[in-house]
Nanobody, 126 residues
């Protein structure tokens, strides 16, 4: 059973920094692409960042250069560091995993991803 548990959300001012964590079942790291999505009220869920099993990453254009996705295999934990936050980054952020996609398809496949965490709220004030 795949379990994904996020933590680390919160409220910050524009320009601030947050780090999100996603604790995952151990076997995910050997065969699952993992990543982060977000969903703002009234909007579609969108891909933010994805990381393949070999550590290769890809990002949405809106966060490129500001967000960093990484994994700590020893801790079975996925991270998303959010720098230079903007009010438009305000959303519920979800950790996700799927073994059937590479990172490029993963980040564009919000409706098809198999496994999701419960979400953690990020709120950025101006």
């Amino acid at each position: 059973q795949v379990q994904l548990v996020e933590s680390g959300g919160g409220s910050v001012q524009a320009g601030g920094t947050l780090t999100l964590s996603c604790a995952a079942s151990e076997y995910i790291y050997s065969s699952y692409c993992m990543g982060w999505f977000r969903q703002a009220p009234g909007k579609e869920r969108e891909g933010v960042a994805a990381i393949d099993t070999d550590g290769s990453t890809t990002y949405a254009d809106s966060v490129k250069g500001r967000f960093t996705v990484s994994k700590d295999n020893a801790k079975n934990t996925l991270y998303l560091q959010l720098n230079s936050l903007k009010p438009e980054d305000t959303a519920m952020y979800y950790c996700a995993a799927d073994r059937d996609y590479s990172r490029y398809a993963f980040i564009r496949s919000a409706r098809k991803i198999s496994y999701w965490g419960q979400g953690t709220q990020v709120t950025v004030s101006s």
